[in-house]
């Protein structure tokens, strides 16, 4: 290992140490973004949550009245409107602060969101978060659902029905919370928050709006882990999340 190298190693190790583990960086290279994909530990993952929180000007949004989320959550977990209900085993409805200021909405539960009730907890869960992060957005400050709260049999796609029944619930959702942006990931999110149907590549790089709320599309992380070499495509996009945010885009 060269000088600068181990020099750099041994910073990261200090950072690490001082309970530092992400950094930020203004670029990723495919390297690094291949090693984001990959989930590596210490892969370099950028970080601007501090940044962001001392960023003048962003005032947190009012908070939305948890008690009406709670509300709406009792409604979903007694949900039997369309046929997934018969096949779940929990009702993913979403967590997060009530207050935050991004909605991630995503497709639908997989195996492992049904069985622990909680929404992306899986290798594509893990993949969000880094990418979230790189953002400045730590998980827990975000509020993440799905469009479908039920999981549909062997991960198939949602049917129009499914979508149909289970739109109310994201709905109200996205009203309480009032987010200052929406990040859909992947077609089925894309497609049910913007109204269009194209697919994601035509799609994402721009902000649409739903409403007044502005919307940063970006692909699936299940399918960055299938193709890693769109992984720094969609860090473009969670730094124009980022941008969304902060009223600079
Ligand atoms: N994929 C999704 O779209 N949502 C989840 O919660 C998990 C995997």
Not at 11 to 20: A, K, V
Not at 70 to 89: D, F, I, P, Q, W
Not at 212 to 218: E, M, N, Y
Request: proline content about 8%; charged content about 25%; overall charge positive.
């Amino acid at each position: 290992m060269s000088a600068v190298r181990e020099l750099l190693a041994r910073y990261l190790r200090q950072r690490r140490e001082l309970g530092e583990d992400s950094l930020f960086l203004e670029t990723l290279t495919r390297g690094e973004a291949l090693a984001l994909a990959a989930g590596r530990r210490g892969a370099a993952v950028p970080d601007a949550a501090r940044a962001a929180a001392a960023t003048p000007g962003t005032a947190p949004a009012p908070a939305a009245p948890a008690s009406a989320l709670e509300r709406v959550r009792a409604g979903a977990l007694a949900c039997t409107r369309c046929r997934l209900h018969a096949s779940r085993r929990t009702v993913v409805f979403g967590e997060g602060p009530a207050s935050a200021e991004v909605v991630v909405v995503g497709e639908a539960p997989g195996a492992e969101e049904d069985r622990s009730g909680r929404p992306f907890v899986g290798p594509a869960g893990k993949l969000l978060d880094r990418l979230l992060a790189s953002a400045g957005f730590p998980r827990e400050r975000v509020y993440i659902c799905n469009v479908l709260k039920c999981r549909p049999p062997g991960n198939r796609d949602p049917q129009p029905d499914e979508i149909a029944s289970c739109a109310p619930f994201l709905e109200q959702q996205i009203e309480l919370i009032a987010p200052r942006a929406l990040l859909a990931v992947g077609a089925f999110a894309a497609q049910t928050l913007v109204g269009e149907t194209h697919g994601i590549t035509t799609l994402r790089g721009r902000v649409h709006r739903r409403g007044s709320i502005p919307v940063v599309v970006t692909y699936h992380p299940a399918y960055l882990l299938r193709s890693p070499e769109r992984v720094r495509a969609a860090w473009q996009d969670f730094q124009l999340l980022r941008q969304v945010v902060d009223g600079e885009a």
